[in-house]
């Protein structure tokens, strides 16, 4: 409580500046954008979903909800590209907001626990949705997980629900991917913000988000951006 997001997120671009990496997303800009994202972390407070932006001045306090999404290029020159997301509390939240929290951040896990060589992503999305939707919870359609590596959106795209019409991919030993549930304590449809950049839930309702990027190896995998 009290601190401010610019606060957050100046500590972020100065840590991973000084280890040698750069930010992922400041500057990055979505071929349907005209405007560059304007911060190094993605700061999606309570009923933002993802791609809060991080530079503005909102304080936080007690009972907020707060992701934390970051992209790294590592080295900053010329290096490969991780993605991750936590959503914390902060101070006591309530009971819905916490069960919001470990039931996203089980869903993640329960996705990653998936990820082997042959495995369809199809069925990795049906079991994010299961999990979630049996908790009365909604999943975010909108927005996905991806491949990443070379750039920071790669193919496949990774939706976390069961789409019929997606096409069947499966996963195959070398590949790297994010894994990124978005689940929010009501409603799946979201809306954009006039920012063009913050997403929310459209009924208002809280969301969390959690991602990591996992290698997929001859064994099974192995997630990069574990802390
Ligand atoms: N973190 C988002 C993802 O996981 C990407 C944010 S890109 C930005 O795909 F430019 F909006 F920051
Ligand atoms: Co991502």
Same mark, same amino acid.
Do not use: K, N
């Given at each position: 409580p009290g601190v401010r997001l610019f606060e957050l997120d100046a500590i972020a671009r100065e @840590?991973? /500046?000084?280890?040698?990496?750069?930010? %992922?997303? !400041?500057? @990055?800009?979505?071929?349907? &954008? /005209? =405007?560059? @994202?304007?911060?190094? !972390?993605?700061?999606s407070v309570n009923d933002e979903v993802v791609h809060g932006i991080g530079i503005r001045d909102y304080e936080l306090q007690e009972g907020d909800i707060v992701g934390l999404d970051i992209g790294v290029r590592y080295p900053a020159a010329d290096g490969l590209f991780t993605d991750m997301a936590v959503t914390v509390p902060v101070g006591e939240v309530s009971s819905e907001a916490r069960a919001l929290i470990d039931t996203?951040?089980? =869903?993640l896990d329960l996705a990653i626990s998936m $990820? %082997?060589?042959? $495995?369809?992503? &199809?069925e990795i999305?049906? /079991?994010i949705q299961n999990f979630c939707e049996a908790k009365g919870y909604g999943v975010v359609r909108d927005l996905s997980g991806h491949g990443v590596g070379y750039k920071i959106h790669e193919d496949p795209v990774i939706v976390n629900f069961y789409d019929a019409k997606a096409p069947k991919v499966q996963l195959k030993e070398g590949m790297v991917?994010?894994?990124e549930p978005m689940?929010? %304590?009501?409603s799946w449809k979201v809306k954009v913000d006039e920012d063009r950049w913050t997403v929310r839930t459209a009924d208002r309702s !809280?969301? %969390? &988000?959690? /991602?990591?990027?996992i290698a997929v190896t001859a064994k099974g995998h192995d997630v990069?951006?574990?802390l």
């Open positions: @840590y991973l /500046e000084d280890g040698g990496g750069a930010p %992922a997303f !400041l500057g @990055y800009r979505p071929s349907r &954008h /005209e =405007s560059p @994202y304007p911060s190094t !972390l993605c700061i996203t951040r089980q =869903s $990820v %082997a060589p042959g $495995v369809w992503i &199809h999305g049906r /079991e991917i994010c894994l689940i929010t %304590a009501g !809280l969301a %969390a &988000h959690f /991602e990591h990027t990069l951006t574990q």
